[in-house]
Nanobody, 123 residues
Framework: HVQLVESGGGLVQPGGSLRLSCAAS????????MAWIRQAPGKERDGVAA???????TYANFVKGRFTISRDNAKSTVYLQMNRLKSEDTALYYC??????????????????RGQGTQVTVS
């Protein structure tokens, strides 16, 4: 049973930082690419960052230089360090992966599983 549980969201002032965590279970994290996606009310779902099984990372242009994705396979956890936050970063942030057929689509790709999300509010 694949499970992704996000944590670390909250309210932060513009220019501040947050670190999101995603605890994964039910599969071997190290074998799959993991991603963070986000969705703000009334807006499309966006891919934010991804980290592949070989450690390569990709970022959406709107977070490059501010956000860093990382993974700890031993802890089966993926992180998103968010610095210099802006009001437009306000959204529900999800951890996602593709293990089976696509179920969720974003500007950055498609995923089979995602968590319940953690709210990030920059104000």
């Amino acid at each position: 049973h694949v499970q992704l549980v996000e944590s670390g969201g909250g309210l932060v002032q513009p220019g501040g930082s947050l670190r999101l965590s995603c605890a994964a279970s039910g599969f071997s994290l190290g074998n799959y690419a993991m991603a963070w996606i986000r969705q703000a009310p009334g807006k499309e779902r966006d891919g934010v960052a991804a980290i592949h099984s070989d450690g390569r990372t990709t970022y959406a242009n709107f977070v490059k230089g501010r956000f860093t994705i990382s993974r700890d396979n031993a802890k089966s956890t993926v992180y998103l360090q968010m610095n210099r936050l802006k009001s437009e970063d306000t959204a529900l942030y999800y951890c996602a992966t593709r293990i089976s057929d696509c179920a969720y689509y974003t500007s950055g790709g498609c995923y089979s599983h995602r968590g319940q999300g953690t709210q990030v509010t920059v104000s």
